[in-house]
């Protein structure tokens, strides 16, 4: 089935026509899409930073006079790339001002939650992008150029015996996943999930009454009815279809031991001692007998408006380990005592009580249009081809167009009946299949069977059986679905069968659902949203910044938060420190990178002070003073002088406190020093010179 999977873009009916745009991959493009996208929104995680950070730095941005907090987390907000180093960035800050007032430290609290915000955002974003393809499961679409229906009823002898080794094939398979698949207390080790559906679901009643009339049965209230409800043509089935195309039906089962005394004549086979067995079935159509049918029904099963099948179950030599009281083996008849060789023990055996037990099985079918009311629209609840019949109406059909040897029907909702109708009837449907085809194969009681002894079986042994029968059978529904699509896959068969005649039927050969885990399929919408949300948070972070610049261009507007902004870059600030130095002659100073002559020495780290290291000259761009310089600078250290002098008479005279006036003081005399040690440096360096 892999190899026939839709790679492509497909609506799966299931979830909506929006939320249900699919897009299958095989699993490796699969893998690579989910890693690129989990890329991508990290990538867009760190733009949508970037846009929180420059709204957040304009809003903080004034030109009064702030501490070291206020530029700290200004400068933290311009150079931060993602969340997570802005947020141990501020987290930094936050504790080594840990001792400053609490008020001055809520102001790092918005961007300290922000960034947490945003990450366990996008975490949850990441992890969602994976999702985006486990949250469509593993359901594909499976396309094949061999999809048609093949009319078992219009096949001659030879295509005939074909089509039933065919059809015993997939009865065994049917047979065994029913085993694994549908037997929830001891699943086995097949794989359940191919089809839409692992399971089609079954009502059980192990008390059920007598389906036939009279007192033909054994028991009057321990029967089995089974009951499918109503089964989905695109939740159960597969059949991908939108929601006013669809049909439902439902599969009713009752079965039940039945007496023989007065019902029953002996015979023995020529040349043997075994009874002569057989299974028979009996089937209506409108209230008659089909001419299909194996024997006529006695009065207590006539006007059940049902298929009847009657199974015989034979011991055919088959003795049991000891009594057995369900009403169908009725093995309680003491035979033989036989002798185990390995422990040299007798025991006696059992055999049956009949050489032919019977038990009656009545099926009924129904189909539903579920674009009607649940009261009015399902037919009746009969016989397979009168349940066909009945529900017609219900899709703008007749009986009469349902006649012809292969109907067809150019509506949608027409084409739903005809076809599903066509795969029913073309295909194992009735518990009459599994017992003609598999035999003393579809018992249960077979895996208890060990040298011609039965060993202890339960009591009520034949429900199990007729359970596993009923569970072959709805298994073989399931797969005939598929199997209509894939084709036969034998040329002989080819020929004799029926193409989609219209564009409804190929459209149901296109719409046929697996479950496939080798190929990956991702919701387009997830998609989208992923891609083009980013695409626009991508597009606003880098249109956003050059857009205020325009504005600061050409409208001065907001000036000093964009100059902020830009000054604040860390190559910037390296300008800064440097031009407070009296190095470099720059240019691009409100640009990304602002740039200086190439053969420009800047500052370097004085790590003189470990705990405190500075920048200083570097020590290349000590010279030989001209007399011209000498000059200058003399002039440059009077009228230093003569500004010392200004500030201490202003000092005196600026109604300032004590503690400021000396915080001025110093950083003036620490100017003068700073001028001095420069100088002196530059003549010490010339001095050397002139000795050299």
């Given at each position: 089935?892999?190899?026939?999977?839709?790679?492509?873009?497909?609506?799966?009916?299931?979830?909506?026509?929006?939320?249900?745009?699919?897009?299958?991959?095989?699993?490796?493009?699969?893998?690579?899409?989910?890693?690129?996208?989990?890329?991508?929104?990290?990538?867009?995680?760190?733009?949508?930073?970037?846009?929180?950070?420059?709204?957040?730095?304009?809003?903080?941005?004034?030109?009064?006079?702030q501490?070291?907090?206020?530029?700290?987390?200004?400068?933290?907000?311009?150079?931060?790339?993602?969340?997570?180093?802005?947020?141990?960035?501020?987290?930094?800050?936050?504790?080594?001002?840990?001792?400053?007032?609490?008020?001055?430290?809520?102001?790092?609290?918005?961007?300290?939650?922000?960034?947490?915000?945003?990450?366990?955002?996008?975490?949850?974003?990441?992890?969602?992008?994976?999702?985006?393809s486990?949250?469509?499961?593993?359901?594909v679409?499976?396309?094949?150029?061999?999809?048609?229906?093949?009319?078992?009823?219009?096949?001659?002898?030879?295509?005939?015996?074909?089509?039933?080794?065919?059809?015993?094939?997939?009865?065994?398979?049917?047979?065994?996943?029913?085993?694994?698949?549908?037997?929830?207390?001891?699943?086995?080790?097949?794989?359940?999930?191919?089809?839409?559906?692992?399971?089609?679901?079954?009502?059980?009643?192990y008390?059920?009454?007598c389906?036939?009339?009279?007192?033909?049965?054994?028991?009057?209230?321990?029967?089995?009815?089974?009951?499918?409800?109503?089964?989905?043509?695109?939740?159960?089935?597969?059949?991908?279809?939108?929601?006013?195309?669809?049909?439902?039906?439902?599969?009713?089962?009752?079965?039940?031991?039945?007496?023989?005394?007065?019902?029953?004549?002996?015979?023995?086979?020529?040349?043997?001692?075994?009874?002569?067995?057989?299974?028979?079935?009996?089937?209506?159509?409108?209230?008659?007998?089909?001419?299909?049918?194996?024997?006529?029904?006695?009065?207590?099963?006539?006007?059940?408006?049902?298929?009847?099948?009657?199974?015989?179950?034979?011991?055919?030599?088959?003795?049991?380990?000891?009594?057995?009281?369900?009403?169908?083996?009725?093995?309680?008849?003491?035979?033989?005592?036989?002798?185990?060789?390995?422990?040299?023990?007798?025991?006696?055996?059992?055999?049956?009580?009949?050489?032919?037990?019977?038990?009656?099985?009545?099926?009924?079918?129904?189909?539903?249009?579920?674009?009607?009311?649940?009261?009015?629209?399902?037919?009746?609840?009969?016989?397979?081809?009168?349940?066909?019949?009945?529900?017609?109406?219900l899709?703008?059909?007749?009986?009469?167009?349902?006649?012809?040897?292969?109907?067809?029907?150019?509506?949608?909702?027409?084409?739903?009946?005809?076809?599903?109708?066509?795969?029913?009837?073309?295909n194992?449907?009735?518990?009459?299949?599994?017992l003609?085809?598999?035999?003393?194969?579809?018992?249960?009681?077979?895996?208890?069977?060990?040298?011609?002894?039965?060993?202890?079986?339960?009591?009520n042994?034949?429900?199990?059986?007729?359970l596993?029968?009923?569970?072959?059978?709805?298994?073989?529904?399931?797969?005939?679905?598929?199997?209509?699509?894939?084709?036969?896959?034998?040329?002989?068969?080819?020929?004799?069968?029926?193409?989609?005649?219209?564009?409804?039927?190929?459209t149901?050969?296109?719409?046929?659902?697996?479950?496939?885990?080798?190929?990956?399929?991702?919701?387009?919408?997830?998609?989208?949203?992923?891609?083009?949300?980013?695409?626009?948070?991508?597009?606003?972070?880098?249109?956003?910044?050059?857009?205020?610049?325009?504005?600061?261009?050409?409208r001065?507007?907001?000036?000093?938060?964009?100059?902020?902004?830009?000054?604040?870059?860390?190559?910037?600030?390296?300008?800064?420190?440097?031009?407070?130095?009296?190095?470099?002659?720059?240019?691009?100073?409100?640009?990304?990178?602002?740039?200086?002559?190439?053969?420009?020495?800047?500052?370097?780290?004085?790590?003189?002070?470990?705990?405190?290291?500075?920048?200083?000259?570097?020590?290349?761009?000590?010279?030989?003073?001209?007399?011209e310089?000498?000059?200058?600078?003399?002039?440059?250290?009077?009228?230093?002088d003569?500004?010392?002098?200004?500030?201490?008479?202003?000092?005196?005279?600026?109604?300032?406190?004590?503690?400021?006036?000396?915080?001025?003081?110093?950083?003036a005399?620490?100017?003068?020093?700073?001028?001095?040690?420069?100088?002196?440096?530059?003549?010490?360096?010339?001095?050397?010179?002139?000795?050299?």
């Amino acid at each position: 089935m892999d190899d026939h999977v839709y790679l492509g873009t497909w609506t799966n009916w299931a979830r909506g026509p929006v939320l249900g745009r699919t897009l299958t991959t095989t699993k490796e493009n699969g893998n690579l899409l989910i890693a690129f996208t989990a890329f991508f929104v990290a990538f867009v995680a760190s733009r949508f930073w970037r846009i929180f950070c420059l709204i957040f730095h304009r809003c903080y941005s004034t030109s009064k006079p702030q501490d070291a907090i206020h530029h700290q987390r200004q400068i933290t907000l311009r150079n931060s790339a993602t969340a997570e180093s802005g947020l141990w960035s501020f987290v930094c800050i936050l504790y080594a001002w840990r001792r400053a007032p609490m008020r001055k430290l809520l102001r790092i609290l918005p961007p300290i939650l922000f960034a947490v915000s945003s990450l366990v955002a996008f975490t949850v974003a990441g992890g969602y992008s994976a999702s985006i393809s486990s949250a469509m499961g593993n359901e594909v679409i499976i396309r094949s150029p061999h999809c048609g229906i093949l009319a078992e009823i219009a096949l001659p002898a030879g295509p005939q015996m074909l089509l039933s080794g065919y059809t015993a094939e997939n009865l065994n398979n049917a047979a065994n996943y029913a085993q694994q698949c549908y037997n929830t207390n001891s699943p086995g080790t097949l794989d359940c999930d191919k089809f839409e559906s692992e399971r089609l679901p079954t009502q059980v009643d192990y008390n059920a009454t007598c389906p036939f009339k009279g007192q033909i049965c054994r028991n009057a209230t321990s029967n089995i009815h089974l009951d499918t409800g109503y089964v989905d043509s695109n939740k159960h089935l597969g059949l991908n279809t939108p929601e006013g195309q669809r049909f439902s039906w439902r599969y009713v089962l009752q079965c039940a031991p039945l007496k023989t005394e007065g019902y029953a004549s002996h015979l023995i086979q020529q040349g043997t001692n075994k009874s002569l067995v057989r299974v028979s079935s009996s089937s209506s159509v409108q209230g008659k007998l089909s001419p299909g049918s194996e024997f006529t029904p006695i009065a207590e099963m006539k006007g059940l408006n049902g298929d009847i099948t009657i199974a015989f179950l034979s011991g055919n030599g088959v003795v049991f380990s000891q009594p057995v009281d369900d009403e169908w083996y009725r093995g309680t008849v003491p035979d033989k005592v036989v002798t185990n060789v390995a422990s040299n023990m007798a025991q006696r055996v059992y055999r049956p009580q009949e050489a032919a037990s019977p038990m009656g099985c009545i099926e009924r079918w129904q189909w539903c249009n579920p674009a009607y009311p649940p009261e009015s629209g399902c037919g009746p609840l009969t016989s397979k081809l009168d349940a066909i019949l009945g529900a017609a109406p219900l899709f703008n059909m007749t009986a009469e167009d349902l006649a012809p040897e292969r109907p067809s029907s150019l509506t949608a909702i027409g084409t739903q009946l005809v076809w599903s109708s066509l795969i029913f009837l073309g295909n194992p449907r009735m518990i009459e299949y599994p017992l003609l085809h598999l035999g003393s194969k579809s018992l249960i009681s077979q895996s208890q069977l060990y040298s011609g002894i039965q060993t202890a079986l339960s009591k009520n042994q034949w429900q199990l059986d007729v359970l596993h029968w009923w569970n072959t059978v709805l298994a073989s529904v399931q797969a005939s679905y598929i199997d209509t699509v894939l084709g036969y896959n034998n040329p002989e068969l080819d020929s004799y069968t029926s193409p989609p005649l219209n564009e409804e039927e190929q459209t149901m050969c296109e719409s046929q659902k697996i479950r496939s885990s080798a190929y990956t399929s991702f919701s387009l919408l997830g998609l989208y949203f992923t891609y083009v949300t980013g695409a626009v948070i991508v597009t606003i972070s880098y249109v956003l910044e050059p857009s205020l610049a325009w504005l600061h261009r050409r409208r001065k507007y907001r000036q000093y938060e964009h100059l902020e902004w830009v000054s604040n870059t860390s190559l910037q600030l390296y300008r800064l420190a440097n031009e407070s130095l009296g190095l470099g002659k720059w240019s691009d100073c409100t640009e990304s990178v602002p740039m200086t002559e190439h053969d420009t020495h800047l500052a370097c780290l004085d790590i003189t002070d470990l705990n405190h290291p500075i920048f200083v000259h570097p020590v290349d761009t000590a010279q030989t003073l001209t007399p011209e310089q000498a000059n200058r600078e003399s002039n440059e250290e009077q009228a230093e002088d003569h500004s010392d002098r200004t500030i201490t008479n202003n000092s005196a005279q600026s109604p300032i406190s004590d503690t400021q006036a000396e915080w001025d003081s110093g950083r003036a005399l620490q100017a003068t020093q700073d001028n001095v040690s420069l100088h002196s440096t530059s003549r010490g360096s010339s001095m050397i010179a002139e000795g050299g």
